[in-house]
């Protein structure tokens, strides 16, 4: 069985039936070469080992029909040599448990086998496994490491179930290989991992788990000087004892082919096959490929269908564990394990994930069953507090209650003793018979005894029940809580007895006291009689009477009345002395009736009269907010064409604005006297209590309605205002265009006659200034202009301003010509063009014009003498145009556009000078006088005139920190 591999089927270099030596060369009758399950032929990829798996397994050898590729290499990737493409193992390594290479299984040593056709090739010995041993060291100390094999272990059989297998390296953690345990068909998660002393020498070693570092164990060894997973010394469980039975075997690292060299050359023998030999061959390949993969399928379907009854029963027992308590955790958690260890390779591909789950399972339980433990005696330690507490509770309610009885006792002791004192004062003969104020005194002594005791057991009674309340609803308490009761109930009962006998006292004091009153009272109107019965005879006569309602009711009766009374009463003796003083009592007061409903009625009459004056006023009011009402619906309408109509010519449109103005003039008038007439009514109502808030209902009506018509006579009045300001602008724009008109005739006229500005103004006045007349006389002289009656003296207003009169400096402002370079140039000295350079003349620069163009005879060119605006000092003449028609001066350059909203003001300072209004963005201003420098705010300023209204003032053109409100337009 030389160079076989331990997988799980017969592969390699030997056959299953006939070892090396069959027909055919090496290519043995049963199986042969050709590897039937897992050998060096892989199945997976389509690669290919000694022999060629495409269309012809003939008896050829090692002879590859698929794409010509000879001996020993392999044809999925290029790979030379002996090596299978399968996991990445190299050299003659079966994939199927992990066994490596040239290991043989055979006791043959140096055994040469021979091979028809081919070199010999010679079988490695056998090494011991203290040679393995030490090839493995000497393999980890080169950087590789070698793959391992784990036996069972005969002392646990779910863990033997769970580890035992082959695995190879993967990882390395703490400084030492990690190794994984190989399935077919996918991988599991069970480890071999080193761990140092991070967390103590009794953690530190090697450890089989399904996570590095994590909880769930089954094997650890503590050999912790070995480079390697040590191959015996492994305690079952982890924290049981060594079992030696469990043992770990080494493989060794094939050696990689010599670069450039490969495997050995074996050359087979090439033998013909007749065409339709392979034809018929292919056929067959085709057939036994489909059978081949419709079992392929159903065997993965049958895989499939076991790892997914696996992975269930090992979840069923996931669930369980996850619903485990402190009781059940451990039994479960071995019937997980045992699952776990049962279902370990049906699993397959799912195994891992499944094993996720579990290790998930197991530490959420654990965590769970440490929160109920910790739960569990936290809620012991609380029970003990509370039965404590109870225990606390109940000797201090009993002692509450034992002081409570004996104050509640020592009051009752006492209300014993004042049981019967009321009695003395229970005897109406003694109480008629006694001295009043003998029987005062001693009812007030004893009903202040009376009520300090009673007031001693009502604060005791509180005390009790307050004091109860600092215990809450406690089950000590609750005990108590009838006897408390009966103390508070028997304590409430002494006070009601107090409080009957105190009533007693009480009302036998007041009886006292209102028999001595009485003959107090009686003793008082006795001597009250004969106070006014002069004559001592008993009895009051008609002068004695009079003289008593005189004195006591302050008031002199009719004679009449008093006869009346005298008739009835007479003789008045005392016994009818208290008649007349009630009969002139109600006489007095009916004669005080009928004088107030007198007054009341006069009273009446007056705020009666005042209420129709009241209402007549808000009448006038009202008459006044009506006629208020009625201009302003009249405005309304006058004002309407202003609103929409944007085409009325300035003058109607000013026409228009003073109609709405006078209208909205009248409507101030009547609102004033409506106001002035409800301030007259409020007036009216003051002093007068019935009137209070009379004019209020009228007046709320009437600033209602107020509030209206002025809401409406605002809009009016802005729409009038913007109407105003419109045709403030159209008609400076006409008369601005009827100036620029005759600018252009008077710049003709002077071009006719070759005058200069100057020239031109001293020829038409003699240099004086010209009035209205003498421009109007001009005027009409310009050739090419015409204009309307009475426009020439419009004009001459719109030019002349606030001034009567035209002088020298505002008809030079007025013909003034300003350029605008428009392509770089020269300004020169003479006409000619060949004259010296003054200057070169940048593209934007303003120039004013002093002269007329003249054309320049050398070049036909039209020239124009002109002066730089930003440097008054500088004159000379400018070419117009080119002779071949290119521009270098526009008329224009005198007009900037405003491009940030800025002021207006009267003065060249910002700070000193008045604003006299906004300039809106958008804005034109045709420059008066040219950019000077405010010293006090480092600002660039011209003066200038708005084209909307003919505003003139200064305007900033740039801050000193850069910002721009002006650009030339």
Same mark, same amino acid.
């Given at each position: 069985m030389a160079w076989q591999a331990q997988g799980k089927g017969q592969g390699g270099w030997q056959g299953g039936q006939g070892g090396w030596q069959g027909d055919g060369g090496w290519q043995d009758q049963g199986k042969g070469w050709q590897n039937q399950s897992q050998g060096w032929q892989s199945q997976g990829q389509g690669q290919k080992g000694w022999q060629n798996q495409g269309q012809s397994q003939g008896k050829g050898g090692w002879e590859s029909q698929g794409q010509g590729q000879k001996g020993w290499q392999n044809d999925g990737q290029g790979q030379a040599g002996w090596q299978k493409q399968g996991q990445g193992q190299q050299g003659w390594q079966n994939q199927g448990q992990g066994q490596a290479g040239w290991q043989n299984q055979s006791p043959q040593k140096g055994a040469v086998v021979p091979c028809k056709g081919a070199s010999a090739t010679i079988v490695p010995p056998i090494k011991t496994p203290a040679q393995q041993a030490a090839a493995a060291a000497g393999g980890s100390a080169q950087g590789k490491s070698p793959p391992i094999v784990v036996t069972a272990c005969a002392s646990n059989p779910t863990v033997s179930n769970i580890i035992k297998g082959s695995y190879t390296c993967t990882e390395t953690n703490h400084g030492k290989p990690v190794y994984k345990k190989d399935i077919a068909g996918g991988t599991v998660s069970v480890l071999i991992y080193y761990w140092d002393e991070r967390d103590g020498p009794n953690f530190s070693g090697w450890w089989f788990g399904p996570k590095i570092g994590g909880d769930q164990v089954w094997a650890y060894s503590g050999n912790k000087e070995s480079p390697l997973p040590p191959p015996n010394g492994w305690q079952v469980p982890w924290d049981g004892p060594v079992d030696p039975s469990l043992k770990l075997t080494y493989g060794q690292v094939a050696a990689a082919p010599v670069a450039g060299k490969g495997a050995p050359a074996i050359v087979p023998a090439v033998q013909a096959i007749p065409a339709w030999k392979q034809q018929q061959q292919a056929k067959e390949a085709e057939q036994a490929k489909k059978q081949e993969e419709l079992k392929a399928k159903r065997e993965e379907a049958e895989v499939k269908r076991k790892e997914q009854a696996a992975a269930l029963a090992v979840r069923q027992a996931i669930q369980k564990v996850r619903t485990a308590n402190p009781d059940t955790y451990d039994s479960?958690?071995?019937?997980?394990?045992?699952?776990?260890?049962? $279902?370990?390779?049906?699993?397959?591909?799912? +195994? #891992? @994930?499944? /094993? *996720?789950?579990?290790?998930?399972?197991?530490?959420?339980?654990?965590k769970r069953i440490d929160e109920m433990n910790a739960k569990k005696i936290a809620d012991e330690k609380k029970k003990a507090e509370e039965e404590q507490n109870k225990k606390e509770e109940e000797e201090k309610v009993q002692k509450f209650l034992e002081k409570s009885k004996a104050e509640s006792m020592a009051i009752q002791e006492k209300m014993k003793m004042f049981? $019967?004192?009321?009695?003395?004062?229970?005897? +109406? #003969? @003694?109480? /008629? *018979?006694a001295n009043p104020e003998e029987m005062t005194k001693s009812a007030e002594a004893e009903e202040k005894k009376l009520e300090t005791l009673k007031d001693d057991a009502a604060s005791t009674r509180k005390a009790i029940i307050e004091n109860?309340?600092?215990?809450?609803?406690?089950?000590?308490?609750?005990?108590?809580?009838?006897?408390?009761?009966?103390?508070?109930?028997?304590?409430?009962?002494?006070?009601?007895?107090?409080?009957k006998q105190l009533g007693i006292i009480k009302s036998a004091r007041e009886q006292v006291a209102d028999?001595?009153?009485?003959?107090?009272?009686?003793?008082?109107?006795?001597?009250?009689f004969s106070k006014y019965d002069k004559d001592k005879d008993s009895k009051l006569n008609r002068k004695e009477a009079d003289a008593y309602c005189k004195a006591v009711l302050d008031f002199a009766l009719p004679n009449e009345i008093m006869d009346k009374i005298f008739k009835k009463l007479e003789p008045i003796t005392y016994e009818k002395f208290r008649a007349l003083h009630q009969k002139t009592f109600i006489a007095k007061s009916e004669i005080l009736a009928r004088e107030a409903r007198a007054e009341e009625e006069a009273r009446q009459k007056v705020v009666q009269e005042k209420t129709d004056a009241v209402k007549a006023i808000l009448v006038e009011a009202e008459d006044a907010m009506k006629a208020a009402e009625q201009l302003a619906s009249e405005c309304e309408t006058k004002a309407r064409p202003l609103i929409k109509d944007s085409e009325l010519p300035a003058d109607e449109i000013k026409a228009e604005a003073d109609a709405v103005d006078e209208l909205s003039s009248g409507i101030d008038g009547h609102l004033a006297k409506c106001?002035?007439?409800?301030?007259?009514?409020?007036?009216?109502c003051e002093g007068t209590p019935e009137l209070q808030g009379f004019d209020q209902k009228g007046a709320e009506r009437l600033n209602a309605r107020d509030s209206k018509i002025k809401s409406r006579m605002t809009k009016i009045n802005a729409a009038t205002k913007l109407a105003r300001e419109k045709a403030t602008r159209k008609s400076f724009a006409e008369m601005d265009q009827k100036r620029a008109d005759a600018v252009t005739a008077i710049r003709s006229k002077m071009a006719e006659d070759s005058k200069t500005a100057e020239q031109c103004f001293d020829s038409i006045n003699g240099g004086s200034a010209l009035s209205k007349d003498?421009?109007?006389?001009?005027?009409?002289?310009?050739?090419?202009?015409?204009?309307?009656?009475?426009?020439?003296e419009k004009l001459f207003s719109h030019i002349a301003a606030e001034d009567s009169e035209i002088d020298k400096e505002k008809f030079l402002a007025m013909v003034r010509l300003y350029y605008k370079v428009v392509k770089s140039t020269v300004l020169s000295a003479e006409l000619a063009i060949k004259s010296k350079t003054v200057r070169r003349l940048e593209l934007g620069e303003v120039l004013e014009a002093l002269e007329s163009p003249q054309k320049e005879d050398g070049a036909g060119v039209q020239r124009v003498k002109c002066r730089s605006v930003q440097d008054e000092t500088v004159e000379g003449w400018v070419t117009l145009a080119g002779n071949q028609g290119t521009a270098f001066l526009e008329p224009g350059g005198n007009f900037y556009s405003c491009?940030?909203?800025?002021?207006?003001?009267?003065?060249?300072?910002?700070?000193?000078?008045?604003?006299?209004?906004?300039?809106?963005?958008?804005?034109?201003?045709?420059?008066?006088?040219?950019?000077?420098?405010?010293?006090?705010?480092?600002?660039?300023?011209?003066?200038?005139?708005?084209?909307?209204d003919g505003a003139v003032g200064w305007i900033t053109v740039s801050s000193g920190s850069g910002t721009l409100f002006l650009e030339p337009c």
């Open positions: 479960l958690r071995t019937q997980l394990e045992e699952a776990q260890a049962a $279902n370990l390779e049906a699993m397959g591909s799912s +195994a #891992e @994930k499944v /094993s *996720a789950e579990a290790q998930q399972a197991l530490e959420q339980a654990q049981e $019967n004192i009321h009695s003395q004062f229970e005897d +109406a #003969e @003694k109480l /008629s *018979a109860q309340k600092e215990y809450g609803d406690s089950e000590a308490i609750r005990k108590v809580r009838r006897d408390i009761v009966e103390l508070t109930t028997k304590l409430a009962q002494g006070i009601r007895g107090l409080e028999r001595a009153s009485a003959l107090e009272e009686l003793k008082e109107k006795k001597a009250e106001a002035e007439k409800l301030k007259e009514a409020a007036e009216a003498k421009f109007v006389e001009f005027v009409k002289c310009l050739s090419g202009l015409e204009l309307a009656d009475g426009m020439i491009i940030k909203e800025t002021l207006l003001t009267d003065g060249l300072s910002v700070v000193d000078s008045k604003t006299v209004r906004r300039i809106a963005k958008g804005e034109v201003l045709e420059v008066l006088e040219w950019p000077k420098k405010d010293a006090g705010s480092e600002t660039k300023r011209i003066k200038g005139k708005a084209k909307n």
